[in-house]
């Protein structure tokens, strides 16, 4: 409950910030409900990864940064085009599904989310 009120807190505060070449409210949305954003019969990241700090471990075991948007897009990129073993299967309904804009705008919300996920994520992540 408290991790939906700051995630919400968050999302507004996204709104805030003037359309820049990344958007990370629309990725909060994209990742929370792909399907409904994209309009296609794709999961929703949020069904697999409603825990960002593990996502964002995750990240970083595969080499990525997860502070750094760049990092965390290719990292993603990576896994969608197959190229990253492991998560290859899950991610494979995502080739073709999302534009380079979708992709800037996810990194930049995994990236920021953070703030509304932090230590109990990182901690259970770590166990
Ligand atoms: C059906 C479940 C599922 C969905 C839906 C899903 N993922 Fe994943 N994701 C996984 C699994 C499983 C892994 C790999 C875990 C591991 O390697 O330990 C993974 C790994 C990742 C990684 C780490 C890189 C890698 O290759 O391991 C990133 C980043 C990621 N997912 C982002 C996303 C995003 C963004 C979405 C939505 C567009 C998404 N995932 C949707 C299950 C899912």
């Known amino acids: 409950m408290r991790t939906a009120v700051a995630a919400l807190a968050a999302g507004a505060l996204f709104a805030a910030?003037?359309?820049?070449?990344q958007?990370?409210?629309r990725g909060q949305t994209l990742f929370t409900n792909t399907r409904g954003a994209i309009g296609k019969p794709v999961g929703n990241?949020?069904?697999?990864?409603?825990n960002i700090g593990?996502?964002?471990?995750?990240?970083?075991n595969r080499g990525g940064k997860p502070d750094d948007a760049v990092s965390?897009?290719?990292?993603?990129?990576?896994?969608?085009?197959?190229?990253?073993?492991?998560?290859?299967?899950v991610k494979a309904q995502y080739r073709g599904?999302?534009?380079?804009?979708d992709l800037d705008d996810l990194a930049a919300y995994?990236?920021?989310?953070?703030?509304?996920s932090a230590p109990r994520h990182e901690a259970?992540?770590?166990r």
Request: aromatic content about 2%; hydrophobic content about 55%.
């Open 45 to 50: 990241c949020v069904a697999c990864h409603a």
């Open 54 to 60: 593990a996502l964002r471990e995750m990240i970083r």
């Open 97 to 101: 599904v999302f534009k380079a804009k």
């Open 23 to 25: 958007d990370p409210a």
């Open 17 to 21: 910030v003037p359309a820049a070449a």
């Open 72 to 89: 965390v897009r290719r990292v993603l990129q990576r896994a969608i085009d197959g190229a990253q073993p492991g998560a290859a299967g």
């Open 110 to 116: 995994i990236v920021r989310a953070k703030l509304s």
């Open 124 to 126: 259970l992540a770590q």
